[in-house]
């Protein structure tokens, strides 16, 4: 089933979303100033929606845009380091188009993957509270929804992502064990439901600058959940 239209009123939703003030003025507040090296860009400065196909059957969850990232071009990792880093991965695996993430209309096709995030604002200091956490979570709630038929891995990344994660996959209808598992990079926790969960390290800069995440620790991590998911 491939609810494409769906998923796509859902995103326009989204991207009008203004629910919490705080992020609403941030985002907003760095698309007028701008960071000198984008001066000549339009920011998007809006909720940034989910990017990839309808019938995923991977998922990626991270934390929320960059402000001079996904708050600049309108997509998820799309513009910074972070990004770089992950989409280098899934051209590797075969599962996207191009190593490259760079802007709206670069041609970038993911291929069975959907890549989403827990808050759809750019947060001051990328840190959103729990409160920001938990308005935004109906929309990853929704998404998870029109995803279900045909989602069969889930990869999240860091530990804030891995906390937004579990209500909203309980939520979205799979049965998360009880306690609940804790997140670590590796931690692999199959669902009732028929959904493989993952945990794996954030690809921020702070994590592939200093060795803890390496691009062979992401592959792998990706690799497996994509091999779960039918894909490879």
């Given amino acids: 089933m491939d609810d494409s239209g769906g998923l796509a009123r859902l995103d326009r939703r989204v991207s009008e979303c203004r629910a919490c003030p705080r992020l609403v003025e941030w ?6 100033t701008k960071r000198a090296a984008f001066a000549d860009w339009t920011y998007w400065g809006r909720p940034v929606p989910g990017f990839g196909p309808a019938d995923a059957r991977l998922a990626i ?3 929320a845009p960059a402000a001079h990232g996904g708050n600049r071009t309108g997509r998820m990792f799309t513009g910074d380091r972070s990004g770089d880093v992950l989409y280098q ?3 590797d695996l075969g599962l996207a188009s191009q190593p490259t993430s760079a802007a709206l209309d670069d041609g ?11 808050v759809h604002c750019a947060p001051p200091a990328n840190k959103p509270t729990h409160g920001e ?9 929704q998404e998870l929804k029109l995803l279900r038929p045909t989602l069969r891995a889930v990869v999240v990344l860091g530990a804030f992502g891995w906390q937004a994660a579990l209500p909203a996959l309980t939520e979205a209808g799979w049965t ?7 997140f670590g990079h590796g931690a692999h926790v199959p669902l009732e439901g028929g959904l493989d969960l993952y945990g794996c390290f954030h690809v921020s800069q702070r994590n592939t600058f200093t060795g ?12 497996t959940a994509a091999q779960m998911a039918g894909l490879r």
């Fill in 27 to 32: 985002r907003e507040e760095v698309a007028r």
């Fill in 61 to 63: 969850i991270g934390l």
């Fill in 89 to 91: 991965a899934l051209h």
């Fill in 108 to 118: 970038l096709e993911l291929y069975g993957v959907r890549v989403t995030a827990p």
């Fill in 133 to 141: 956490r938990d308005t935004c979570r109906p929309w990853l709630v």
């Fill in 176 to 182: 998360v064990p009880r306690p609940r598992p804790a």
């Fill in 212 to 223: 803890r995440l390496t691009p062979e620790m992401l592959r792998e991590t990706l690799g």
